[in-house]
């Protein structure tokens, strides 16, 4: 933590004095303006990848930044770059933002809001007076989401080359649109900004998002520092029994599979068992064959989604599930298949003690906590280092319409976010 | 049991004589003959209510009967009866027979079993010259599956006046066809056979059938003597929770309704749990929504087939079942809803003693059990007295082409049913 930028200072940190100048009330009205955007009922945005929607939230973002007279940019995969400069026009930016697609049936904040935290931050230096040594860029990063073009976090995954963009040029929409085509469209709408390469040198990049979850909200906290984005193992797990009459054959010589996977379940539940509630174990699909109501099941298939913000943990437990289950499972045949195994994400130590000093220095109460979801800022740690703020988000609804923030911890992740990256754009 | 009947006195008693003149290999040959009308892959059947295959089964049936010179009928719903006339034209008939038709993958014997063996009887009577005071009429009831025409059991129900005629005429298949013109089309393709009235007045009624499960194959006893036909009750049950993130949501937090389903099903388990495995107790259906490895199931229903020969069991354990799932279930909302309710039918206890002594006289051993499946007894019970003869199946499995009896299996039951139907038609 930084002394010197504690509250008794406040009025000769140019950092605290960017911290005061965000603005609430215009940060919650361009939220709300967002929102009309793709607005669908109960409150809720459909405003997927590189559709109109998209384009149409582009152009008035774009706007905005111009109006405050800040440089915009895209690269070849359509990621947004709108610059604040820096005193040194060669030295590597600080980088800040998130995404402004949504889910199908998404909500007013996800994405967006580390989107418009970051011109606000930019806005904020400017009102302060505070110059920095780097510049900082604002980015949005195309389609996060993945509900139209899968997988998501595809902007990211093709600035840092995790994966080429010729390979995601081809991938087609449910109606058959080819990415390559609704990219165009959509670089062409606006052709005034500057060309961005892929994977320029980065100093640092902070990604600010709604939790996604009830914990901060369940603590009153308005402040997560975000330390990690959990690993995640996904298994399908097939249990294969004997269809039987439900009426004529005795249940001990059934090789019921319904059965099966509810002793399977059960068994999984006692070796995902955590005190510390930090271990997630979902079956969030299960399937029966013939799923007739008068037939003994043959084979059920479920899935498993398990997460863990510490490796050693993940590993631990996801090696033990095919074992638990064929254990459990007695009259059965058990086939277990893991499809995706991802090892935690772990933010960078100074970037995140960073991020705590602002906090601290504007008495803004935080805790440290792990990122239940994927994050744009996982790949970006891959090249810089890299760290994430939270807001508190209600009940922590999120892919959902019914999703809310308050103005008030919208605004307070953003005073955190303008002291953090004028630090670090200082550094 | 009946001494009269017993072994040393064999050759003086008309009935053992008739056992002794059943033909095992024709009765075999015709059940092959029968399972090339609709043959499909694997030995098995498809040979569904009022179809052509029908049809040309009703054809082959009535060509034996004919060439054996009994007559032959059929009522407004198409159930065949086949007669042997008795000393008296005016009494009562007994009864003997089942159905024809077949599930869409069904097997070689289940139903035309006991229409086989019906004929089988009366032509081992003639062989034997064994006179019977009473008529005997070989029934084959409409449409026992059901699974073209919703519901099964139909001939034997409208038969028996437990549902009316003009009620089934308008019930469509599949693809759209109406049973009154398959009716009509069955019906005019055997113009020869003369018009039996419904519910006419019957001495007794016998089916034969396979087990349709593994119990007498496991204890390598030829014959069952069906005691009941179990009550069922089904039911529907909805768990409600709450979607959520599967990446950011505690499970502490979370309102599952997979685990709800998992918790509620385990609880049943133990509600059911009988150590003589008399009760039958099936979740053959289940579905989760929105059924996504990610999200937190919102909903899960599944289905509850609960079966007991015993009335008050099955009253006792049916009327826990919606307190169990609601004290299983802490964090979903829970909705049971009962969709069926029959309590056991009971046959005739003359009726099981006369089997019981038939199947001693003729040194065959014998169980009492419950059948776990319907059958066109139950309705027929209701008008007389009534009562079944199980014989063994291959590892019980039944409505499917792996579906199997034994030639000296089937022929046993007959033996006994011969003997059983000649007792009662002198009675």
Not at 27 to 34: A, D, G, S, T, Y
Not at 139 to 160: D, K, L, Y
Request: proline share 6%; hydrophobic share 40%; charged share 20%.
């Amino acid at each position: 933590m930084n002394v010197s930028n504690g509250p008794t200072q406040m009025n000769h940190n140019p950092g605290i004095a960017a911290a005061e100048a965000v603005d609430q009330d215009r940060l919650w009205q361009r939220h709300m303006e967002m929102a009309k955007i793709g607005a669908i009922p109960g409150n809720g945005v459909n405003r997927q990848a590189l559709t109109k929607e998209d384009i149409t939230a582009r152009k008035l973002f774009f706007s905005w930044a111009k109006a405050s007279g800040f440089s915009i940019g895209l690269d070849a995969i359509g990621n947004i770059f709108v610059r604040r400069h820096g005193r040194d026009p060669d030295a590597a930016p600080v980088v800040t933002g998130s995404h402004m697609d949504s889910q199908l049936s998404g909500g007013r904040f996800d994405g967006i809001y580390g989107v418009l935290a970051g011109l606000e931050v930019l806005e904020a230096l400017d009102r302060a007076g505070a110059e920095t040594e780097r510049p900082i860029d604002v980015v949005a990063w195309t389609n996060e989401e993945g509900g139209r073009f899968a997988p998501g976090a595809m902007g990211s995954m093709v600035f840092t080359e995790s994966r080429p963009l010729d390979e995601c040029l081809g991938i087609a929409d449910p109606q058959g649109v080819v990415l390559a085509d609704a990219l165009a469209e959509t670089l062409a709408a606006t052709p005034e900004a500057e060309k961005r390469p892929f994977n320029f040198p980065i100093a640092a990049y902070i990604e600010t998002h709604i939790e996604q979850g009830p914990v901060l909200e369940a603590k009153g906290l308005p402040i997560g520092i975000v330390t990690s984005i959990q690993g995640s193992r996904w298994f399908e797990i097939e249990i294969r029994g004997e269809s039987a009459h439900a009426g004529t054959t005795p249940l001990k010589a059934r090789r019921d599979a319904v059965q099966g996977a509810v002793a399977a379940i059960s068994a999984l539940n006692t070796l995902m068992d955590d005190p510390t509630d930090t271990v997630r174990f979902t079956v969030g699909r299960i399937v029966a064959v013939p799923n007739s109501p008068n037939t003994v099941a043959s084979r059920v298939s479920f899935t498993i989604d398990l997460r863990h913000p510490e490796g050693t943990v993940l590993t631990d437990l996801g090696d033990k599930v095919e074992a638990t289950c064929r254990n459990a499972v007695t009259r059965c045949d058990v086939e277990v298949r893991e499809v995706f195994n991802r090892q935690p994400c772990v933010f960078d130590p100074n970037v995140l003690a960073t991020i705590e000093g602002s906090a601290a220095a504007l008495n803004l109460l935080a805790m440290r906590m792990p990122s239940g979801a994927f994050h744009d800022a996982m790949f970006m740690n891959e090249i810089c280092p890299s760290g994430m703020i939270f807001v508190p988000c209600e009940k922590g609804i999120s892919h959902n319409p019914a999703e809310n923030a308050s103005p008030s911890d919208l605004a307070a992740g953003v005073r955190v976010l303008a002291m953090t990256v004028f630090k670090l754009a200082n550094s």
